[in-house]
């Protein structure tokens, strides 16, 4: 922020908003996946047809990643895009300090990013 900005308000996340946010993501992917799969029947040759959700998502990422400081190791988008939101997910495949660590649910990413 810079010196001649004022912050105007303050956002608390709490887990409940934080595991709806993270749901109410995953809802709208599965809808833009079932809806570009009708235009790709309906419309094989067509690829302008397809709505794209990506700068809406993406913002609404930067805001959670900024709220749950996760800027720079991006977990979030690690359990979005990598464990598909967690179903994905294999015991074993997240480690901090030997120790297991459980990414199958957004109440899951909520513990781990409360570390």
């Known amino acids: 922020m810079n010196t001649t900005t004022k912050p105007v308000g303050n956002l608390t996340i709490t887990k409940e908003l934080f595991i709806e946010t993270i749901n109410q993501i995953e809802k709208q992917h599965k809808h ?8 790709s029947i309906t419309l094989p040759d ?4 397809c ?3 990506e700068h809406l998502r993406g913002q609404l990422l930067k805001l959670l990643k900024l709220a749950m400081n996760d800027e720079q190791t991006e977990w979030i988008e690690y359990f979005i895009y990598e464990l ?3 179903k994905a997910y294999k ?8 120790e297991n ?3 199958k649910t957004p109440s899951d990413l909520w513990e781990f990013l409360q570390m």
């Not at 833009?32 to 235009?39: G, I, L």
């Not at 067509?46 to 047809?49: A, G, L, P």
């Not at 015991?91 to 030997?98: P, Q």
Request: hydrophobic letters at 30%; proline letters at 0%.
């Open 46 to 49: 067509d690829y302008i047809s």
């Open 32 to 39: 833009d996946s079932k809806c570009s799969e009708a235009f």
């Open 51 to 53: 709505y794209n959700n």
């Open 91 to 98: 015991e074993g495949m997240v480690k901090m300090e030997g």
């Open 84 to 86: 598909r939101f967690g």
């Open 101 to 103: 660590i459980t990414l």
